[in-house]
């Protein structure tokens, strides 16, 4: 190999070097903005103690399992009536008040509507909470699931 | 003021003799050298900038103290800009600068370019080794999580072991009978401030002794043709130095450095291991009775540092019958079956 093919192979590595150094600004932004996010969400657990061991409680007994994480949506529940999914619960202050909430969290939900009236049966139900959840608990989950929000532009739900 | 005058304004007032600087940039190096593996010698040079420039950005938000190194590094991980990538590149350019290391000394040896006069050059580059394995190990335990801090316990904890001087040693080490805060400040000096003043002055006499003797010819090259250092090996140089970069930076990208759980004096991980380049000796140290271990361990590194000498020693007994290449190959296949055996475990 020449001198000369040498130099323009080490301008070409460079240019690369290079470009990977920029496209590293896309990572960092996006590392950024999580570490946000991570900031903000540790500055509101210290503004509200409550919603953060709501939180805690809602982790606890795996109630993301099937409402996602933050409680943002749901797992696939075939044939139910909200869409094939678990519902997620961003909306719930909007249609139930905390007595009504704590009600359907310790009564659960036997029966789940069907999608498709002559379909199976959803195969999810959600079961009663009454002999896990009480007390302090329950007044930090159900505080934590009235603080959930949609975020900003999402139409509102009819259901939650 | 041009240029010119101000290059003249300068010369006048800093009398350096630049064509005398020039001469070692146009040095003949021998034809064998054009070989990729033969370009190594340069490249955990290159490495070294490396860790030296992120080193230095790591300080500034670093803090050598039981109770804050852990979170320090996750402040640097997650929330500093850029503090992902200039992590990673720390963290496995010196990984990258081991192989480098391994594979330099491995054409070293099989050319026997360490044979007399070259010994010392020979010396000084194992000295280089050694620090950059104390690099490792002090580097390692800076981090503060559960494993590094163990290891830390357990790599110290050997130190104890060494007949006469063990328990000093640990002392010294570890500013106390046990790991304790004392431990992580000392680690901290060790890592940036004696091994790099060690390691600079090693590398100075390294290069150096290369300059002055200049690149060993091999054994039984017939060829007599050489090319010049700058700017043909440079770019060489240059070009495996930019590739490393290029690839370290890419793999920050797609694999940005984790975190551990913090460490805890009180509990002991399940599997404690150093970082890989300690595995032979870890898994040796296991095999064999502690003492027994020390001083066979002992015996290797002095073995390697005095090898140039070994080897001559050997070729005296037996001209020609090429001994000391076989118990190297020797040498290095056991060490590389511990090194696997161990990561396997």
């Known amino acids: 190999m ?20 920029v496209a590293t600004g896309a990572v960092d932004a996006r590392r950024q903005a999580e570490a946000r996010k991570r900031a903000e969400a540790t500055l509101d657990d210290a503004a509200n103690p409550q919603i953060a061991r709501g939180r805690a409680v809602f982790e606890r007994y795996s109630c993301n399992a099937c409402h996602g994480a933050g409680g943002a949506g749901g797992i696939n529940n075939l044939n139910a009536e909200s869409g094939g999914k678990v519902n997620g619960l961003l909306h719930v202050s909007e249609t139930y008040s905390v007595s009504e909430l704590q009600e359907r969290i310790r009564g659960g939900v036997p029966t789940v509507g069907k999608a498709d009236p002559t379909g199976l049966e959803p195969p999810l139900k959600m079961p009663p909470f009454r002999d896990l959840i009480s007390g302090q608990e329950m007044s930090d989950l159900v505080a934590y699931l009235m603080s959930l929000k949609p975020p900003p532009g999402e139409a509102k739900s009819s259901s939650w | 003021m041009s240029a010119s ?3 003249r304004w300068l010369a006048e007032r800093v009398p350096v003799p630049m064509e005398e600087l020039r001469k ?14 033969a370009w190594l010698g340069g490249t955990p040079l290159a490495l070294f900038a490396i860790q030296v420039v992120t080193g230095i950005l790591l300080t500034f938000y670093y803090t050598p103290d039981p109770a804050r190194a852990f979170e320090s590094v996750r402040h640097i991980t997650l929330a500093m800009r850029y503090g992902w990538l200039i992590r990673s590149l720390h963290q496995n350019a010196a990984q990258l600068m081991i192989i480098a290391l391994m594979l330099h000394m491995i054409r070293v040896f099989a050319t026997r370019a360490y044979r007399r006069p070259r010994e010392l050059t020979w010396v000084f580059g194992v000295t280089l080794f050694l620090l950059t394995l104390g690099f490792g190990f002090t580097g390692y335990s800076l981090v ?28 010294l080490l570890r500013g106390g009978p046990d790991v304790n805060p004392n431990t992580l400040s000392r680690f901290y000096n060790f890592h940036i401030g004696v091994l790099p003043t060690l390691m600079v002055a090693a590398i100075v006499a390294h290069l150096l002794l290369v300059r002055l003797h200049g690149v060993a010819r091999l054994e039984g090259d017939p060829r007599t043709e050489t090319y010049e250092f700058f700017p043909e090996h440079v770019l060489r140089e240059a070009a495996v130095a930019i590739v490393l970069l290029l690839a370290l930076v890419v793999y920050a990208m797609a694999r940005p450095p984790g975190l551990g759980v913090p460490a805890d004096p009180s509990f002991t ?9 300690f595995f032979p ?9 502690m003492q027994v271990g020390i001083w066979t361990s002992a015996a ?7 090898w140039p000498w070994i080897d001559a020693g050997l070729e005296r007994l037996a001209p020609g019958r090429r001994i000391g290449i076989w118990i190297g190959t020797a040498g290095f296949l056991f060490t590389l079956v511990l090194l696997v055996w161990e990561a396997l475990s």
């Open chain 2, 281 to 289: 000796s870890y898994r040796w140290l296991k095999m064999v009775p």
């Open chain 2, 24 to 37: 070692p940039l146009r040095e003949e190096l021998p034809a064998h050298l054009r070989t990729w593996i």
């Open chain 2, 5 to 7: 005058s101000l290059r």
């Open chain 1, 2 to 21: 020449s001198v000369t093919t040498q130099k323009l192979f080490v301008a070409f590595l460079s240019l690369a070097l290079f470009a990977a150094l």
């Open chain 2, 269 to 277: 991980p399940p599997h404690i291991r150093p970082e890989w380049y």
């Open chain 2, 144 to 171: 503060y999580d559960s494993l590094s801090y163990w290891a830390t316990t357990v790599g110290t904890n050997l130190l104890g072991d060494v007949p006469l001087v063990g328990h000093q040693l640990l002392w």
């Open chain 2, 300 to 306: 290797f590194v002095l073995g390697m540092v005095a």
